[in-house]
Nanobody
Framework: QLQLDESGGGQVQPGGTLTLSCLVSGFTLRDYSMGWFHQAPGKEREGVSCISSGGGQINYADSVKGRFTISRDTAKNTVYLQMNSLKPVDTGVYYC??????????????????WGQGTQVIVSA
């Protein structure tokens, strides 16, 4: 059974840093490309960053380029999102999920729609 367990969220001041983790079970990271998605209050989920199953391609949304870094540890079956220079607009719930990479910047959630409980990020002074 596929499971996604996100953690690492919290409340930080603008300019702060958080690192999110996503422990996956039921499959390995070499089976699927993986991505992080952000759902701001009252808005749709949007792709933030994603990494291909082979690890050779990484996409970032324009809004996070230069601030966020996605990585993975295949031995731990965990995907990470390091978030630097956080802004209030980064507030919301972050989810990881199997993802399809499109072009060099787009991340689209896998059509089967696997979602965990997410982890809450609040950026506020």
């Amino acid at each position: 059974q596929l499971q996604l367990d996100e953690s690492g969220g919290g409340q930080v001041q603008p300019g702060g840093t958080l690192t999110l983790s996503c422990l996956v079970s039921g499959f390995t990271l070499r089976d699927y490309s993986m991505g992080w998605f952000h759902q701001a209050p009252g808005k749709e989920r949007e792709g933030v960053s994603c990494i291909s199953s082979g690890g050779g391609q990484i996409n970032y949304a324009d809004s996070v380029k230069g601030r966020f870094t996605i990585s993975r540890d295949t031995a731990k079956n965990t995907v990470y999102l390091q978030m630097n220079s956080l802004k209030p607009v980064d507030t919301g719930v972050y989810y990881c999920t199997p993802t399809v990479l499109r072009g060099d910047s787009e991340c689209v959630a896998h059509p089967d729609g696997y979602w965990g409980q997410g982890t809450q990020v609040i950026v506020s002074a």
